[in-house]
């Protein structure tokens, strides 16, 4: 089966091609950081016009590299949701178009599924059962995945994910948007121990998170002492070290919980170096094992909703047959 997936649920275009026997078979992402730096955000309108304007030519450019046609095409992936609302309806509007010009299902995927299975895209691969961290810029949240379909919810956060905290934390420290690889680029240059900040949540006995009172800490720390250089890169690496405690505190209590001894790890926030290395070395410490999406494949991309979609149709799943998107949509109400 031969999957066109669509992904356009904030400020990246993703396209990509994914066989159900062959796997990926190519893939093409267009970053628009770079216009929205000028704004410290994404602006969404600006987000919407600018998928309109790639997501034709980002399809002819993967359906050329793989050397296929439309007509070859066994189906259509987008994402549904959650995301921007305009930016959503832009895949969307495209997939049912293609769709019902192809004759083909068009099936709208969850955008969290699709960064919940993006490991499934690398080698090698974990099997089913795992427990699951989902770190990005927009959700922190753990999850026991039994199998496609079945996501229990063990823990969220309670405001700030931990990438929001990332960017937001980046501003406050005077770095340019996109924030969060800007931040971890700084706190290499940090000194560990320099100044210290509290590690919200990490042993409040549940699995839970809490990022907003941290970066209200930087705040206060940062203008405590006159600025300086070597002053911001303590404060980012003691920020980032702050976070990756509290994530890798609670993705083994996950495991300790469910008894599992896979964990998956996923999102934006799973491409940062710390938080790989630590957690390489407990779970191995404990017998257990970490899988990751390749770092092309942590932020937002067409290639895991291909994946998720060629999934799901081989489950049997039918096509949307309504024109919609769902900006805000519980990945826990997703089923078999």
Known sequence: MLVLGIETSCDETGLALYDSSQGLLAHALHSQAEMHQAYGGVVPELASRDHIRRVVPLTEHVLAQAVRTLSDLDGIAYTKGPGLAG???????????????????????????????????????PAFPFAALLVSGGHTQLYAVGGLGDYVLLGDTLDDAAGEAFDKTAKLLGLPYPGGPALAELAQRGRAGAVNLPRPMK??????????????????????????????????????????DVLVAKSLAALDETGLTRLVVAGGVGANRRLRERLAHETERRGAKVFYPDLQFCTDNGAMIALVGALRMEQGKQSDLAFTVRPRWDLSSVVR
Do not use: M, Y
Not at 103 to 124: R, T, Y
């Open 87 to 125: 930016a959503l309806l832009v895949g969307a509007s495209v997939a049912h178009a293609l769709a019902f010009a192809l004759k083909v299902p068009a099936l709208g995927i969850h955008h969290l599924e699709g960064h919940l299975l993006s490991p499934l895209l690398a080698e090698p691969k």
């Open 203 to 244: 042993d409040s006995g549940d699995l839970n998170l809490s990022f907003s009172g941290l970066k209200t800490a930087v705040l206060t720390l940062w203008r405590r002492e006159p600025a300086s250089e070597q002053r911001r890169a303590d404060i980012a690496c003691e920020f980032e070290t702050a976070i990756v």
